[in-house]
């Protein structure tokens, strides 16, 4: 019986999320949020610019790491490779914080897209640490 399957699927749904919210981020950021800051204060046009680079930082941390996994599964690394500190979820102290969106009224749609990404990261922050004592 392969043990290893389960694991593999549940990482490929994970990988599958989270290049689907990187898709509605980019279509949304592309199309869309130049016109809706348009029309927001200049301060919180700021605040904008500084929560959709969370988002990217995030989103680009989620994909590293996702992307160690299937190596790992693909036996490309090894486990103890992919528990070294350079393949490890980085970022804590920009990704794992909702930033000021208490403080200032941003576009609905990159509220919603924040909020995903905060709890896709937080996931992938419990997986990571699953790691530790591994290397």
């Known amino acids: 019986m392969n043990t290893s399957a389960a694991p593999v699927a549940f ?28 029309k927001m204060t200049p301060e919180a046009q700021l605040w904008a610019s500084c929560e959709t680079m969370r988002l990217t930082a995030r989103l680009t941390q989620i994909m590293a790491w996702l992307l160690i996994q299937k190596a790992v599964h693909a036996g490309e690394i090894s486990r103890i490779d992919a528990a ?20 200032v009224i ?8 924040l909020d995903r990404s905060h709890r896709l990261y937080q996931r992938v922050a419990r997986l990571d640490s699953m790691l530790d004592g591994v290397a």
């Open 11 to 38: 990482f490929d749904s994970t990988y599958d999320e989270a290049m689907t919210l990187m898709r509605e981020s980019r279509d949304y950021l592309t199309h869309h949020d130049r016109a809706e800051r348009a």
């Open 84 to 103: 070294a500190a350079e393949h490890r979820l980085s970022g804590q102290d920009v990704c794992d914080t909702t930033g000021c969106v208490e403080e």
């Open 106 to 113: 941003l576009q609905p749609k990159l509220m919603e897209l």
